[in-house]
């Protein structure tokens, strides 16, 4: 099961429609999952649901094969924690799917250091979805004690 | 009076999605302290709820100016309300705006700059650097545009 997530706050129905439109064409042989928020396209080919409580969500996410979503941190760093093949495909301001295009430079950024694949338009997400399968995420080293401990020094110092 | 650990309140202001997830990674270092939070969508204040206080003040954005002023004013009776010492977010607007009157009302301010702004600091955080205490980045080239903004480490 491949999971699909573009996340809550804004639609993304050029996306979601694609997916659908692949799964036309039988470019896909697995099933799908879809968590698409404010989205108002309804996939015909796969579930779909607009919201996912945390801790289904996670299940989803932990039971799928592979993840393919928007280019939103909080769906990157879930992959990354578990080791999933994720895809995803930036939102973008000039669609109205989001209020920039931050989301292009973070998927470049770390497409680039091995950590995900992604694509910048439509046309290309079938090729994407392809290599999806044997893509293996390189792991990433995180550091977040490092910040933690700089923020509990800095409480520290505003008492007497 | 002074700051000690039972009296020092933090407020913990984040948007729903990956700047809870990046923020609640960083939860070591307020363990010891009273925390409240306050966010925009009432799924994660469910859970939310069993560690803190938490006030859902509704989603709001650049696009739509009268939400702005509407989460606004929630934040502003948050403020009067709960009294925090100090703020903390990873953004994006609630946080900023959680952060500006924090100053206001004699807050500390923290703010860690989500590590999806990989060319430059984020909009909110661009705001905030001006009034921030401590200001960290998750990218040394960031870091390195700025003035009075570090970078130690990743949540990711």
Redesign the interface.
């Known amino acids: 099961m491949i999971f699909l997530t573009v996340?809550?706050?804004f639609p993304f129905d050029r996306f979601v429609r694609a997916v659908d439109n692949i799964f036309d064409q039988g470019l896909i042989d697995e099933e799908i999952f879809a968590q698409i928020g404010e989205t108002s396209y309804k996939p015909r080919n796969f579930e779909s649901v607009v919201?996912l409580?945390?801790k289904v969500f996670d299940e989803r996410f932990k039971g799928a094969s592979s993840v393919i979503s928007h280019a939103?941190?909080?769906?990157?760093?879930?992959a990354?924690?578990n080791h999933k093949p994720l895809l995803v495909m930036p939102r973008m301001k000039r669609y109205k799917e989001h209020?920039?295009d931050?989301?292009i430079?973070?998927a470049?950024?770390f497409e680039e250091l091995g950590h995900i694949l992604a694509v910048y338009d439509v046309k290309d997400l079938p090729n994407g979805i392809r290599k999806l399968k044997d893509f293996i995420p390189r792991k990433?080293k995180?550091?977040?004690?490092?910040?933690?401990?700089?923020?509990?020094r800095?409480?520290n110092s505003?008492?007497? | 009076m002074?700051?000690?650990?039972k009296n020092?309140k933090?407020c913990l202001a984040v948007s729903?999605?990956?700047?809870?997830?990046?923020l609640l990674?960083?939860?070591?270092?307020?363990q010891q302290?009273e925390v409240f939070y306050v966010s925009t969508?009432n799924?994660?204040a469910?859970?939310l709820q069993q560690y803190g206080t938490t006030h859902v003040v509704g989603?709001c954005?650049?696009?739509h100016l009268l939400r702005v002023f509407l989460v606004l004013f929630r934040c502003v009776r948050v403020i009067i309300r709960e009294r925090p010492?100090?703020i903390?977010s990873t953004g994006a607007a609630v946080g900023c705006i959680m952060c500006f009157l924090g100053k206001l009302s004699g807050a500390?301010v923290?703010w860690?700059d989500?590590?999806?702004?990989?060319?430059w600091i984020?909009?909110s955080g661009r705001m905030v650097r001006h009034i921030a205490?401590?200001f960290?980045v998750q990218w040394p080239e960031i870091a390195e545009q700025y003035s009075n903004v570090?970078y130690?480490?990743?949540?990711?």
């Not at chain 2, 130690?152 to 990711?156: E, K, R, S």
């Open positions: 996340g809550t706050q919201s409580e945390k939103g941190v909080g769906t990157i760093m879930v990354l924690k209020v920039n931050h989301q430079a973070t470049k950024k990433r995180a550091s977040p004690d490092a910040i933690a401990d700089k923020i509990r800095f409480l505003l008492q007497d | 002074a700051l000690s650990k020092m933090i729903a999605g990956g700047h809870l997830t990046e990674k960083l939860a070591d270092s307020w302290y969508a799924m994660v469910e859970k989603e954005n650049r696009e010492n100090v903390i500390k923290v860690i989500t590590i999806a702004n990989v060319e984020s909009l205490d401590l960290l570090e130690v480490g990743t949540v990711i």
